[in-house]
Structures are given as structure tokens and as C-alpha cells.
């Protein structure tokens, strides 16, 4: 491959990557249920008045900031964390951190309490410690930012701390999702290429490992959308396609021998690429002392020139494709899909 052309897959590669973050970011969103915390706090403020504040100032509210919210249009549980409010409720200590502007992990090192599992449900029960120390953290944050902060507070505040923190967490979570997303942009590719072949059968849930999923036509696109509901799928002449990690993609036959792996690395940082090879080549040598036979199928963003030399005198690497080639080149995404499914429907 010429320098030029290097050059330019590896700009096309970092406006994928701005792509894939912003359909990331929306996602993580939805995911983290941003749009519905305010909704679900307008719901609880007519029973607000059943929560008794005698006892603010033990759980980190300041009287001026408590004053201020009194004055203000707001209800005090849309701002403050109420401790029988967060037993009763949670998943809102999602809310109620994301106000404080707090990450899950400051608030890990701060209180001892890991709130990930409640906020994503795995835990449905807060200890009355547990709420007493998660309300005094977040509602310490929350009294100083109304202090210093906000001028007269309003909805619109409350909000805007909410999606600025979740705004922030996301961010960081991007930088361990890159590789994700280019995993999940390619399976949609070979999916698509199935569903066109009037191919596709059926999917394996992830949260299920006996079930499956049938495909149907009409809510294709709904199906779609769930795609990290999915382990893989299957094809009518009972072949498959599984979705994992190390190899990330599995091409299995109808006696569950493996046909071919795939590896996706989706990174464009260049002082990364060698690394990314090496991971792609020890998942390819733990298939081939499986399956001699196996097919490797290597798929990367950033194939720098030393990784491109090493690649092509590799022996466990039967073939290797430029990702950034496939999702912008038409020409290059047919090669790559019409390559794979001839292995699949071989029959």
C-alpha cells in the first residue's frame, strides 16, 4: 500500500471513529436512562411532601442551599438526596450522582459504595447505611454547586448537570468502547449481507444461552437496533455465526468445527497498531491449534507499514482487509462480504 494511500484511510479512519462516538454517545444515553430520570423525578414530587427534611443538615444539605431550593420552583427531591427516597428508589442514584457532577468511581473512593450495580438494577436493595453515606456525599457536592454556583436555581440547572456529568462519564467510557463499536459495525455488516441473501434464520440471545430468536422480515430493522441482545446467527443451511471475544468473530459448520475466525480491531492510534496485530495474532494461533485448517480473517483501522509487512509474512494470517476500506469503499466492503459467505454457504 502507498504512503498517500495510507495517509488517507488512516483520516477516513478518524472520521469513522468521530462517528462511531457520536451514535455511541446518544446511545449511552438512552442506556443510562438520562432522558427518563427527569420524568420519573415528576412523578415522585406529589408524594414529596411525605419526606420528612428535619434531619438535612446529618445528610449533607446546607441551610442556605436548602433555602434556596424552597424559594425556587423546584421540589427538594428533585434536587436532594433523600435517603428512605434512594432505598425506596435505586436506580436513582444514578440521578442523584450525575447532579453532584460525581463519577461512579469518585463516588466509589469517596463513600466505599459501588454504584454501578444499583443503578443498573443488579442490586435492588441499599442498606440504610449504604443510603445515609450515598446521600451526605451527593448532597454535599450539590449544596456547595447551588452556593457558589447557580443563581437562582431552576429546572433547566438541574438538568444541565444531569446531562453534563452523564456527558462526561460517557466520554470516558468511549475510550474503552472504540474496538466495541468497530466489533458491532461489522457484525451489522454481516448480518445485512445475510438478511440480502434471504439467508438469515434466526439469532442466539446473549442474556439466554438456550434461546433463540427468529428473524423476521417486518421488524428487521427493530432487530437490528438490539443487536447487543445477539450472540451470533444462524443460516438455513445450519451453519452459523457467533459473536465473541478472542476471536471476535466465529464462522462455525454444521458440526460446530470452526470454518473461519475474525479478528476487528477498531483503534486509529498508530503507537497502538503493533500491539492490536499482536492481540489479532495470538487469538489466530490459539484457533489454528484447534482447527490447522481454520481460515484467520484479519480487520483492522490502522495498518501502519511495519504492521502491513508483518502482516503479509505471517502465516496465521490467511487474509487481512483494511476496516477503514470496508465501511467507506463499496468496492471493498463487496470483496470482504462475498469472501466471507463464500466459506459460509459452501456447502
Known amino acids: 500500500m502507498q504512503s498517500d494511500e495510507r495517509k488517507q484511510l488512516l483520516v477516513e479512519a478518524h472520521k469513522i471513529n468521530y462517528r462511531l462516538r457520536s451514535t455511541f454517545f446518544y446511545r449511552k444515553l438512552n442506556e443510562y436512562n438520562t432522558y427518563g430520570f427527569p420524568e420519573t423525578i415528576q412523578k415522585l414530587i406529589p408524594l414529596s411532601k411525605e419526606y420528612d427534611w428535619s434531619k438535612y443538615n446529618e445528610w449533607g444539605v446546607t441551610k442556605e442551599a436548602l433555602e434556596q431550593i ?66 451526605k456525599l451527593f448532597n454535599e457536592h450539590i449544596s456547595l454547586i447551588i452556593e457558589s454556583a447557580l443563581e437562582k436555581p431552576n ?11 452523564t456527558g462526561a462519564q460517557i466520554d470516558g467510557s468511549w475510550r474503552n468502547a472504540i474496538g466495541d463499536e468497530a466489533e458491532k459495525v461489522v457484525q451489522k455488516l454481516l448480518i445485512n449481507e445475510a438478511i440480502d441473501l434471504c439467508k ?37 443451511n445450519q451453519r452459523s455465526v457467533l459473536f465473541s471475544s478472542e476471536p471476535d468473530i466465529s464462522l462455525l459448520d454444521k458440526d460446530g468445527s470452526t470454518i473461519a475466525v475474525i479478528e476487528v480491531k477498531g483503534g486509529t492510534d498508530p503507537a497502538g497498531a503493533l500491539e492490536r496485530y499482536g492481540a489479532a495474532k495470538k487469538s489466530f494461533e490459539e484457533a489454528i491449534r484447534h482447527n490447522p485448517g481454520v481460515i484467520t480473517i484479519f480487520l483492522a483501522s490502522c495498518i501502519t507499514s511495519e504492521v502491513e509487512d508483518r502482516v503479509k509474512k505471517d502465516k496465521t494470517i ?17 470483496d470482504f462480504l462475498k469472501h466471507v459467505f463464500k466459506k459460509l454457504l459452501k456447502c
Open 200 to 236: 438469515l434464520t434466526a439469532f442466539h440471545l446473549r442474556d439466554n444461552h438456550s434461546s433463540v430468536e427468529p428473524f423476521d422480515k417486518e421488524i428487521a430493522e427493530d432487530q437490528l437496533d438490539r443487536i447487543r441482545e445477539f450472540k451470533g446467527f444462524n443460516l438455513k
Open 70 to 135: 424552597r424559594k425556587s420552583d423546584l421540589s427538594l427531591i428533585q434536587v436532594f438526596a433523600h435517603p428512605r427516597l434512594l432505598r425506596e428508589h435505586p436506580v436513582l442514584t444514578a440521578y442523584y450522582r450525575n447532579v453532584a457532577a460525581l463519577s461512579q468511581k469518585s463516588v466509589s473512593y469517596l463513600s466505599g459504595v459501588h454504584t454501578m450495580i444499583f443503578e443498573n438494577g443488579e442490586k435492588k436493595d441499599l442498606s440504610e447505611t449504604q443510603a445515609v453515606e450515598l446521600s
Open 155 to 165: 429546572n433547566e440547572h438541574i438538568k444541565g448537570l444531569l446531562f453534563a456529568s
Open 318 to 334: 490467511k487474509h487481512y482487509y483494511n476496516l477503514t476500506s470496508i465501511l467507506t469503499r463499496e468496492k471493498e466492503r463487496e
